[in-house]
């Protein structure tokens, strides 16, 4: 079984209020290119389909003309989308029976049937080829928070009531795998160990899970979540990462999987498919320079170039006045867009003696010698005297009024 593996496609973010829509699009064109050249059994998409979670009609188009596209350009490909912690379970599944006419299955949530048992069957979809020739399975897990995973036996404590579940997928598709065909099992989470280089594991609700959760009996774990690409020890669960960065912090290759899998408990073999970024994220220059100098290298980029631009610049104390408007007057006619500075503030050797300070000795300093020293130790240099004087002023209103 043949598949492809991507996730965290984020359709409908904006940058720095800049539409990312076009270079969206055009990765969509690649994913597109890579189904004709390769003809796989599926295309899985392990959730943050959209970036919120009420896209906009513009996305949602980028997203519907994307599998009917896909599904045209192979229509025996069954094509599995998953949702993840960005996304609307609901708002993704709306037209889920719809989809199913042009092979695609969305899976946004964990449903009941009518007679409120778990529907354990959505979770998993036979992948066929044209033929109608059974080729493997895919489990398809959305995002779902620990502690809220279904009781399938009231007997099982609330803590492992995720690892029953997921094991309990696996062991269905174990039963009925007569063929000893591959198994994939698809999750939106973030697993103990992976690395979450450039991206904030405090954003979206990050929560860490054990591998060991994640059951026996996968061939390939086809993971999302996390976006910097990468297998995890034992070679059965990859992240594919996003294909687009979605912050500057993620300054390295982005790229879709191309997963084949001969049979069940056979290794996985991954080849990773590069994406052309139309419209890369470049901090620049590499390392911190004055602002002049800064801006020089804001002007000197072609026209015609496209790029988001975050400026490195190297400061004293306090970023200077009117410095957005310099930059943004300097992109005007040009393809490139500015996005904001990247500071960094210059050390300066004092020559002056820290001073060791208690609690005892600090109550002894007056409000300004406490505000001087403070100002000593974050900017490296001596307050200036007009500052002081306002602060003078301050404490001497705040004095009067507590003595009226």
């Known amino acids: 079984m043949k598949i492809l593996h991507t996730s965290d496609l984020h359709l409908g973010q904006q940058l720095f209020e800049y539409d990312r ?49 896909f599904h045209e350009t192979c229509p025996s490909m069954q094509i599995i989308i998953t949702a993840g912690n960005h996304d609307s379970s609901s708002k993704l599944e709306i037209n889920r029976n719809l989809w199913k006419y042009a092979g695609v299955t969305v899976v946004g949530s964990i449903r009941r049937d009518e007679a409120g048992q778990v529907d354990l069957e959505r979770h998993i979809v036979e992948v066929k080829n044209g033929c109608g020739e059974l080729k493997g399975y895919v489990i398809a897990l959305p995002h779902v928070y620990p502690q809220n995973f279904p009781a399938l036996d009231e007997e099982v404590p609330r803590e492992e009531r995720q690892s029953h579940f997921i094991q309990t997928l696996l062991n269905r598709v174990k039963e009925r795998n007569q063929g000893n065909l591959p198994v994939v099992l698809m999750a939106h989470l973030a697993l103990m160990g992976s690395d979450i280089t ?66 069940h408990g056979a290794m996985p073999e991954v080849r990773t498919l590069p994406v052309r970024n139309a419209w890369p994220l470049k901090v620049l220059p590499l390392q911190a320079v004055p602002l002049e100098e800064a801006l020089e290298v ?102 009067s009024q507590e003595e009226e």
């Open 21 to 69: 829509s076009e270079e969206q699009q055009d990765f969509l064109r690649q994913l597109c290119h890579w189904v004709a050249a390769e003809q796989p059994d599926a295309l899985i998409v392990s959730g943050d389909v959209f970036h919120y979670c009420s896209p906009s009609a513009a996305a949602q188009r980028l997203y519907t003309d994307a599998l009917v596209e």
């Open 198 to 263: 450039g991206q904030d594991d405090g954003r979206g609700g990050m929560e860490y899970t054990d591998i060991r959760l994640m059951g026996e009996g996968y061939d390939y774990l086809a993971l999302g979540h996390i976006h910097f690409p990468q297998t995890l020890p034992g070679g059965r669960a990859r992240y594919c990462g996003s294909p687009l960065p979605v912050s500057f912090d993620e300054s390295y290759g982005h790229s879709v999987s191309l997963v084949e899998l001969a049979a």
């Open 298 to 399: 804001l002007q000197a980029i072609p026209d015609e170039e496209k790029m988001y631009v975050q400026l490195h610049v190297r400061i004293q104390d306090v970023p200077p006045a009117y410095c957005m408007e310099r930059a943004y007057e300097l992109t005007r006619g040009k393809q490139c867009r500015f996005c904001r500075y990247k500071w960094e503030r210059e050390v300066v050797e004092t020559q002056k003696e820290i001073t060791e300070l208690d609690v005892d000795r600090l109550q002894t300093f007056s409000p300004l010698q406490v505000a001087a020293i403070y100002y000593q130790d974050k900017f490296q240099r001596d307050i200036a005297p007009e500052m002081l004087d306002m602060l003078e002023e301050a404490v001497k209103r705040v004095r």
